[in-house]
């Protein structure tokens, strides 16, 4: 067995391990938890025009308000940590099955998931200390900080871009139900099924379309020179909010992030890790 047999080997080994699935799972509580929040704080914004952070920050300083939601807020990021390696071996090992551009799509996405939970974890525990600036104002500082550069501002629109790309493709995702292949559908009971394919395609779809916004409004930042649109979610909610049409368009985003919330609880179950 070659060296690389023995690396990978031993990342299989380990991303089957009962610990690591029994948190990944608990992470999937955690996140289904900060998208309910997360789905509520956009509502009052296209309700009442809340000017709370209308993001995951928004929703993960809502809990830290709470009784005891410092402590939750803790158990939460062990989770998001323990789902971030979890997507870690899975981008390293790679599904079972054939290696075709499939399996090469799904590997890149766990990269992007390991990025997300991990991101969000450190988020969960710069709230917990009392240290945690909005995702929103990190992204405005973020890219004032690359404006100030030579070319900075291609780079700004570029990500704008990706961020945009990604909207649509997560937007095509649930609408293809590519997320079934993940689920063990066998275990569902009779008539959960089509209720959870279908919170996972209202999910999904409401997500892209609002990170499909967010890297709209990025691009923008960079054409305009004017980081305070490079706010990523909260600026497309708000943005949104601000409009007649949009304010109906938010309330349908607030749903189906609520959507992807409830799924999220449905794969804390059904989930294959």
């Known amino acids: 067995m070659t060296a690389a047999s023995n690396v990978k080997h031993t990342a299989s080994r380990a991303a089957e391990s009962k610990p690591l699935e029994l948190l990944a799972r608990g992470g999937f509580i955690g996140y289904g938890i900060i998208h309910l929040l997360f789905a509520w704080i956009a509502l009052q914004v296209a309700i009442s025009g809340s000017g709370q952070d209308s993001d995951q920050s928004g929703a993960l300083q809502t809990i830290a308000k709470q009784p005891f939601g410092k402590t939750l807020l803790i158990i939460i990021a062990v989770g998001l940590i323990a789902m971030a390696i979890w997507q870690a071996f899975e981008a390293a090992i790679g599904e079972s099955g054939p290696r075709d551009r499939r399996a090469m799509a799904e590997r890149i996405l766990s990269v992007a998931r390991t990025f997300l939970y991990g991101y969000l974890a450190w988020n969960a525990i710069k709230v917990v200390q009392d240290a945690g600036s909005s995702m929103g104002d990190s992204n405005a500082s973020g890219a004032?900080?690359?404006?100030?550069?030579?070319?900075?501002?291609?780079?700004?629109?570029?990500?704008?871009?990706?961020v945009l790309g990604i909207g649509v493709g997560m937007a095509y995702y649930g609408y293809k139900k590519k997320f079934i292949r993940h689920l063990n559908t066998q275990q569902m009971p009779a008539g959960t099924r089509q209720p959870i394919v279908r919170l996972g395609m209202a999910g999904y779809m409401a997500k892209g379309t609002a990170y499909a916004i967010a890297g709209f409004l990025v691009v923008l930042a960079a054409v305009n020179y004017d980081p305070k649109q490079a706010r990523g979610l909260d600026a497309a909610l708000k943005t949104l909010a601000a409009n007649s049409w949009g304010v109906w368009l938010l309330i349908l985003i607030a749903a189906g992030i609520a959507a992807f919330g409830v799924y999220c609880l449905a794969q804390a179950k059904y989930r294959k890790i």
């Open 144 to 162: 004032s900080g690359l404006m100030s550069s030579e070319g900075g501002r291609w780079l700004v629109g570029l990500i704008g871009l990706v």
